[in-house]
């Protein structure tokens, strides 16, 4: 009897203490959003990085600048340390506009809005085209119905899926690997239309990499109206030809930096929760949605908690990645220096989805402890309309971490809008809602709080 | 014994039978929203809507267009009924576009980007300002500090709401209200900064009204931007002066139309769960997000529906109500048509939050078994990203229908960048994204099926 009067007591104390903690965790993410909806610096950071530093892709100019100044914003924010990690990454130049043109007797050139795909070599080819959905079709066809042609690759992304991801996911390997399963039937070009569900001018560029088994060839996206276009005209008139001329070159590599704020932890100092975006962006566009907004969101993270006087009990990082769009360097250099520093990384979050409404989080994890630990974090970030806690990637730039253990996690941003802007001269600082970008940068400093508190 | 066996059986069948009812549905919906984000028309029919309709503010020859061209889009889609309602609405005009300045010896004309409230008189005066940030302050200045003055009531809309129609709420007593407040003791013209949680030089107008016990007195909105600039200009010089003109008046009233497509009902056809928006938009933008996005959404989820080749138990309607801006004219013919033809509304969905990603759907009801039964569709719908079933106002054109009875049910989509917008010449079919439109249009096409099949 005592032993169960004792039982009841020690229960209740334990569930008073629990409601204390939600309690004061609810109160204290309030004062996140409250800070981040009231008196961030995000997007005036955003702006400036759009509109006042030209465009950054690894190795150029620009990205150099971007460096400088996102180094210069955490020095005024006085974060306990800011510094560069220096890395060497690849230099590809696109060089002048690339042309598409459709050249009919007796009908005026038609000019296809294009641009080479990022890692493509330049050329000239005057030929006629194939058109393809599946890189199956490529065998079937074989070198007799695809040598010396121009491939175009015109899937286009399933409107269907809700998370817009997965539609990209469907369709991006014929920008990726398109170019060489054409050319080892001889192809001399590959044209793909532009992975994006809308459907207008721009064209949307990002990565492809050649098979060294096959000779290399130019490589461009034209538009979704234009990809709709020849498909019609294809149709009509199969044996019309196409002139396509692009300048883009790999120069060498060129040596860049990655940016690193941190808060240095009181009690365990080099254990690290990191949060991070990329800094580089294709040059075709501002970036500021992929992915000026992670890269200003991880660093108001952080600055959130330094306002609001939070001392964290790990250090804790916003890390701007260098070189996520052509190579990944910055990332794997970031994950080399942590394992020969010693540096324990207990969870990393990325920002890289675009700077749009919350919607949650995913947990890369196998552990179904870890993810049920996390998952159970979403009632303290459902008032803010955060209800997505699950399975899923974390990002590119923190997967390298995996290896010495770290929990992956990446935010999840509303995606219906992402796509339409993502890789193209539509991608600029007007796309991105204030609101929207400073949601993303409390739920994140939110989670990087709970984290923080609850990791032994 | 036997009495247990057959009530377990029976619970397996019951169990089994929802199973298969709750696939069924899920199923269905899945339909819904493939149809809507694969072949749906309601993109085109806003962008025809927005910018080959010229504005179409109640009484204006824009409006009659718009409802002609709805009527027109409604009979292309052979619902099985399509017709106007006529109803008789005010006119207001703005005339030409209103002029605020302040005009300091030796500074240059400084021009505040400004527009007239609806309802508002025209005039032109010349005056001292004082500004107010609640109702309270006139009651302390009284006569003394306001006779003779322009009031201004610079109040901002409150960041930290997450949902913004909460922070509008907390402000719009000064548009509507605020002029005559201020003319009770004697000020000659009212400027109200924008409601829009922006910062930017869009003046953003709206409903005022009247009190018949004081004088009527201009007056205006002036954008954040401005009205920042004010604020801080009269800090350094209170008796900064300003001149005010409008030009607006009040017409007689004119003959409108609510505009009402029907799928008539297998079962009940005298019976009727609607949807609606507003189709007249404020004068100054194209009222795409308010409400043009409504509209569409409206007749689109009736016309997935039928396009599936589902067939109603009860009649289903999509409203396009006239006059929601300034008299709410058309929501109130329609109710009292519905009570003299003895149409019995059982649910009203309305849509006019703006054609944002679906984030859920308020229940407007006082019976909590009503909340309950529509909560429980969430998990029908979570997958769609919609989260929020829960107590809330429906709308205004569909609120005077409660007193037969009628459940009335609130579009919610999210809400972080409505009032960038809402009410001004911002307010462009460029800002509506195709896919939040159509996930919009499918959320309400889901809803209204699952009330059709589950109601009695």
């Not at 007796?106 to 006629?128: D, F, M, N, R, Y």
């Not at 330094?306 to 916003?318: I, V």
Request: include cysteine; proline fraction near 4%.
């Amino acid at each position: 009897m005592i032993l169960r009067f004792s039982s009841f007591f020690l229960f209740l104390l334990i569930s008073a203490n629990t409601f204390a903690q939600s309690q004061e965790d609810s109160l204290f993410i309030r004062r996140i959003f409250d800070q981040a909806l009231t008196d961030s610096r995000c997007y005036q950071v955003l702006e400036h990085l759009c509109t006042k530093v030209p465009s950054r892709l690894s190795g150029s100019p620009g990205a150099a600048q971007a460096v400088a100044y996102m180094l210069q914003v955490m020095k005024e924010e006085k974060f306990d340390v800011s510094s560069l990690q220096p890395v060497m990454v690849p230099h590809w130049v696109r060089g002048q506009e690339s042309r598409v043109e459709v050249r009919q007797k007796g009908a005026p050139v038609k000019k296809l809005q294009s641009c080479a795909l990022g890692g493509s070599i330049g050329g000239k080819v005057s030929a006629g085209v194939i058109e393809v959905q599946q890189f199956e079709d490529l065998e079937k066809l074989g070198e007799a119905g695809i040598k010396g042609k121009i491939v175009f690759f015109s899937r286009p992304m399933e409107p269907r899926h809700i998370h817009t991801f997965e539609a990209y996911g469907g369709c991006v390997d014929q920008r990726w690997a398109g170019p060489s399963k054409a050319s080892k039937y001889g192809a001399v070009a590959t044209l793909v239309r532009s992975v994006s569900l809308r459907e207008d001018e721009f064209p949307h560029t990002g990565s492809m990499a050649y098979d060294s088994l096959y000779p290399k060839i130019p490589a461009l996206a034209i538009s979704t109206a234009d990809a709709s276009w020849l498909s019609a005209a294809l149709k009509k008139n199969s044996s019309l030809r196409l002139e396509v001329e692009s300048f883009s070159k790999l120069l060498p590599d060129t040596l860049s930096h990655n940016v690193v704020a941190q808060l240095t932890g009181s009690a365990k100092p080099n254990e690290f929760l990191i949060t991070g975006g990329h800094l580089d962006a294709w040059d075709n566009g501002q970036g500021a949605h992929d992915d000026g907004a992670g890269c200003v969101q991880s660093m108001e993270a952080i600055r959130i908690l330094h306002e609001l006087g939070y001392k964290p009990r790990h250090s804790m990082r916003a890390v701007m990645f260098m070189n996520e769009e052509n190579g990944l360097r910055g990332g794997k250099r970031y994950a080399e220096l942590a394992d020969s520093l010693q540096e324990k990384h207990i969870y990393a979050i990325e920002t890289d989805r675009g700077g749009f409404t919350p919607r949650g989080f995913y947990i890369d994890s196998d552990n179904p402890e870890t993810v049920a630990k996390i998952a159970a974090y979403r009632s303290l970030l459902e008032p803010y309309g955060l209800h997505d806690f699950k399975k899923g990637g974390g990002g590119a730039d923190i997967g390298p971490l995996k290896k010495q253990g770290t929990v992956c996690l990446g935010y999840i941003p509303d995606s219906q809008r992402y796509f339409d802007v993502h890789h193209a001269a539509s991608d600029t600082f007007d796309k991105v809602n204030k609101r929207e970008l400073e949601l993303g940068a409390a739920s994140i400093a939110a989670l990087l709080y709970l984290l923080d508190k609850y990791s032994e």
